[in-house]
């Protein structure tokens, strides 16, 4: 291997190694973001702050936990009116399984029925089916479509 160039590939496939092994680590180290979450909360409820400093902190933590909680079931990255949106819809529509919920959610984000299929990984036949059984699951009119009640549902309060 004495070629100038072999050299640098060798270098450049160890270094991409080494920032993979660094990704991989940090990776690990957000996945238990909930569980330090806790352990900060309970840290907190020892020291002698204030009632009003600790209920904001505490609230902001509880947020945070339940953010990741969704985004572990939908397993996409969510904003924090994504969470209030998928929080609001479960309580009403308690029957929505997790993948309607991320359908609903795609649906909110203006995504078309084709481009959910495909991040779903089913046929356009397989999301008619499930669109079929939201709108059951929704009580939905006959003529009522999902995305126009989830659009009047974001602005509900």
């Known amino acids: 291997?004495?070629?100038?160039s072999d050299r640098v590939i060798e270098a450049l496939k160890a270094e991409i190694a080494s920032r993979e092994k660094e990704l991989s680590r940090l990776g690990s180290l957000f996945d238990g973001k909930g569980a330090v979450l806790r352990d900060f909360l309970d840290q907190l409820n020892l020291l002698g702050i204030d009632g009003e400093a600790r209920q904001m902190i505490t609230d902001i933590c509880l947020n945070l936990i339940e953010v990741e909680k969704f985004e572990k079931m939908l397993k996409m990255s969510l904003t924090e009116s994504d969470t209030d949106f998928i929080i609001r819809l479960q309580k009403i529509h308690p029957a929505l399984n997790e993948r309607e919920l991320k359908v609903c959610l795609l649906l909110k984000m203006n995504y078309d029925p084709g481009d959910i299929a495909r991040t779903l990984d089913v046929s356009i036949r397989g999301m008619e089916s499930?669109?079929?059984r939201m709108h059951k699951k929704l009580k939905l009119g006959t003529h009522q479509s999902i995305k126009s009640y989830l659009s009047e549902f974001v602005f509900a309060v």
């Open 1 to 4: 291997m004495s070629n100038p």
């Open 130 to 132: 499930i669109r079929y």
